[in-house]
């Protein structure tokens, strides 16, 4: 039980601003929540965005699996508001299911570096967490201060799981 968080938590508050260009690129996911899509992944899990010409981005995570193999997921992210890449929409189901809107996921960025070294992600009902980060490791320190802050969100930090770090192939 988290002993931080709020009993009913306010509305998930996002960073007031993401440049889509610095956001771009490949991210280490550093610490999540346990959820059913990455159940199989074991270590090195990462998550790589890029802008596509229509405004939407091309989403391509990848994972280490138990047997050794690496895994990728394709999909595809649009903001909720045009130009507003604070607040996405993503799926990664088949484009011919893009019309059934529980195929879309929300990926809200709750808290950023000012230098784009790490963000934090999360979505309203508070069922998926990510920590992401630039380089495959954060020190503890900082791990600590952004699981403290996602705990004034509705987040509880007790329920994270540490992703072990590979070298990001």
């Not at 490949?26 to 959820?35: D, G």
Request: hydrophobic fraction near 40%; glycine fraction near 8%; charged fraction near 25%.
């Amino acid at each position: 039980m988290c002993t931080h968080c709020p009993a009913d938590p306010p509305p998930l508050r996002t960073v007031a601003t993401l440049d889509l260009a610095r956001y771009a690129g490949l991210w280490y996911e550093i610490a999540r929540y346990p959820n059913w899509f990455e159940a199989g992944c074991v270590a090195d899990i990462t998550a790589h965005y890029r802008k596509l010409d229509d405004g939407t981005i091309e989403v391509l995570n990848a994972c280490q699996q138990k047997n050794g193999k690496r895994t990728l997921a394709r999909g595809v992210a649009k903001p909720v508001v045009a130009g507003d890449y604070t607040r996405l929409k993503v799926r990664f189901a088949p484009a011919v299911l893009s019309l059934l809107p529980f195929v879309w996921g929300d990926y809200q960025v709750i808290d950023l570096a000012p230098d784009y070294a790490w963000a934090v992600i999360g979505e309203p009902s508070r069922q998926y967490f990510w920590i992401l980060a630039r380089e495959p490791r954060l020190p503890e320190d900082k791990l600590g201060e952004l699981l403290g802050r996602a705990a004034e969100q509705g987040y509880d930090p007790a329920k994270v799981l540490r992703v072990p770090a590979g070298d990001g192939r």
